[in-house]
């Protein structure tokens, strides 16, 4: 949510054709507090969002160039980044059809014309704080995360360090601690697996990438979670090419401890090309999700493309984003890296569990 002293309410984007109706909705929405961008026709709305991110977008349907919903198709398919980012759309249609069809695209509101101004401000209230509830669920999921590994690592280093570390070699994919300095505290057995030269990856002291490109790729990611130059709930995911035929080796880190305190990060592998450990029963059952969502959620911790997950599954891109999109609802995910690094720890749960 954007909170500055510019527009505290938040941003808002407003994409209309019709001018008036535009300025006097904008004027309504400044008179609330809200900051204000405006976008006349579809290219217009596609060029403002590059531009900025906004917390909540209103979109006439019937716009010249892209209309709304091929907006909001582009946006679902292309920008995951806002997948908790409401769009309402703002239209004269009545017919049923038009609201279902808007709803299977990703749409989360509609509000009819003449615009009720009231309506309007009460259901952008209504959608802010429904994302700004979930964004403070996932912090604290995120910072409940970082704990429960300081405290694994607290009882490794005590007479349990055996018995943790044996449950940690059951884990599915890589996991490495690290120290501030980017030290290693602990590699896994999958890790050490999966740190080969063929996969270009070296485990001594540190963890690095053999090849030039990679390595500062690699060096940058380590170093923004170790030395906590991330965000309180930042997750950094990379995806390290391999030479040949083979699929893209998966990197995930994430910052542990904000003090001088060991270990300061975690860091998962995961090579799409070994099946996942969690069956996809069971991650249904997790997070209430359909088949075809968990199977878009292995899908993506396999790290397959969402155009490749359209084309295995004989779906759509659009269907696929649209899926994607109830996957964060779901699980309460903001971004596909939180979303796959949230696939993978299930997988760890389900290790530890059956060891």
């Known amino acids: 949510m954007t909170t500055d002293s510019a527009h505290p309410a938040g941003l808002v984007l407003c994409a209309e054709d019709q001018e008036s109706l535009r300025a006097d909705i904008c004027d309504e929405l400044r008179e609330a507090g ?3 961008i405006e976008a006349a026709d579809g290219e217009e709305t596609l060029q403002q969002i590059h531009a900025v991110a906004p917390d909540l977008i209103l979109c006439d349907i019937t716009m010249p160039g892209p209309n709304g919903y091929e907006v909001l198709a582009e946006i679902r398919q292309h920008r995951p980044d806002l997948a908790d980012t409401p769009f309402v759309f703002l239209t004269a249609l009545s017919d049923p059809r038009e609201v279902v069809d808007g ?12 615009i009720d101004f009231d309506l309007l401000l009460a259901t952008i209230e209504a959608r802010l704080r429904q994302v700004r509830r979930m964004r403070d669920k996932s912090t604290r999921e995120v910072r409940e995360l970082r704990q429960a590994m300081s405290r694994l690592r607290q009882e490794a280093s005590n007479q349990a360090f055996e018995g943790v570390t044996r449950a940690l070699d059951l884990v599915a994919p890589g996991m490495l601690l690290l120290t501030h300095r980017g030290e290693v505290l602990f590699a896994n057995r999958a890790a050490r697996a999966q740190a080969t030269e063929s996969n270009g990856l070296r485990l001594g002291e540190t963890l690095a990438a053999t090849r030039p490109g990679q390595a500062q790729r690699l060096r940058h990611v380590l170093s923004a979670v170790t030395a906590n130059r991330a965000t309180d709930d930042e997750i950094e995911c990379l995806r390290l090419p391999r030479q040949g035929e083979r699929r893209d080796l998966l990197i995930m880190a994430c910052p542990l401890n904000p003090s001088p305190q060991e270990p ?8 799409p090309e070994q099946r996942s450990r969690v069956p996809q029963r069971v991650l249904a059952r997790l997070f209430g999700l359909t088949p075809t969502e968990a199977r878009i959620a292995l899908a993506l911790a396999e790290g397959r493309r969402t155009e490749e997950i359209a084309t295995q599954l004989g779906i759509s891109p659009t269907t696929v984003a649209f899926h994607l999109r109830n996957l964060f609802q779901k699980t309460d995910t903001h971004r596909q890296a939180e979303l796959i690094a949230l696939v993978l720890a299930g997988s760890m749960t389900l290790a530890l569990e059956e060891s």
């Open 34 to 36: 809200y900051g204000v």
């Open 103 to 114: 709803k299977r695209l990703g749409a989360d509101d509609y509000l009819v014309k003449p």
């Open 264 to 271: 300061a990060a975690v860091v998962l592998i995961s090579d």
